[in-house]
T-cell receptor
Framework: AQKITQTQPGMFVQEKEAVTLDCTYD???????LFWYKQPSSGEMIFLIY??????QNATEGRYSLNFQKARKSANLVISASQLGDSAMYFC???????????FGAGTRLTVKP | DAGITQSPRYKITETGRQVTLMCHQT?????MFWYRQDLGHGLRLIYY???????DKGEVPDGYVVSRSKTENFPLTLESATRSQTSVYFC??????????????FGDGTRLSIL
């Protein structure tokens, strides 16, 4: 069975600083995809970044990067130069080749301080 | 506009009533999903569908019914609503090619309150 763990219920970061949101996972699938979503207070789920288990390089999308450590089964999201608009819930998720669904972690609430 | 739309956005009903949440997508995605979001649980999968007329249970299917007669629609029905089904419901869709690297795209959610 797949499992996603986000151990940080809440995080604070100063505006313009970088922040890392932790995500660890467990799966028996030989290949899988890891995803991060942002949920602002308005409630919608916004896809941020994807990392494939066989990708050689860490994924980057603008100010978002994914620190993927396969041996440690971790896929941490790094947000550089935090902005006030980054304040939101962030969810880590995983989808394997042998699973039709996507499993989500419980989420981390990020607050960016001015 | 193309995308995935859910209706209604907000719904209040009483225990024992039947309620249907609608989901419509314009991407022709083969996969569609229903999740519920509760505090402390993240998103939990209720049902999903790999194609029209193909549906399967997720993590928390009890008390829910789905159908998918057309690719673009995936309604979720609570046949006899209970207070424990008060939640925010999200519909999502994704393509099927290279399944593991397909992100799911979400609707804006339906906030359902059962009194």
């Amino acid at each position: 069975a797949q499992k996603i763990t986000q151990t940080q219920p809440g995080m604070f970061v100063q505006e313009k600083e970088a922040v890392t949101l932790d995500c660890t996972y467990d799966t028996s699938d030989p290949s899988y995809g890891l995803f991060w979503y942002k949920q602002p207070s308005s409630g919608e789920m916004i896809f941020l970044i994807y990392q494939g288990s066989y990708d050689q390089q860490n994924a980057t999308e603008g100010r978002y990067s994914l620190n993927f450590q396969k041996a440690r089964k971790s896929a941490n999201l790094v947000i550089s130069a935090s902005q006030l608009g980054d304040s939101a819930m962030y969810f880590c998720a995983m989808r394997g080749d042998n699973n039709n669904d996507m499993r989500f972690g419980a989420g981390t609430r990020l607050t960016v301080k001015p | 506009d193309a995308g995935i739309t859910q209706s209604p956005r907000y719904k209040i009903t009483e225990t024992g009533r039947q309620v249907t949440l609608m989901c419509h997508q314009t991407w022709s995605h083969s996969y569609m999903f229903w999740y519920r979001q509760d505090l402390g649980h993240g998103l939990r999968l209720i049902y999903y569908s790999a194609a029209a007329d193909i549906t399967d249970k997720g993590e928390v299917p009890d008390g829910y019914v789905v159908s998918r007669s057309k690719t673009e629609n995936f309604p979720l029905t609570l046949e006899s609503a209970t207070r424990s089904q008060t939640s925010v419901y999200f519909c999502a869709s994704s393509g099927s090619v290279g399944l593991r690297n397909q992100p799911q795209h979400f609707g804006d959610g339906t906030r359902l309150s059962i009194l």
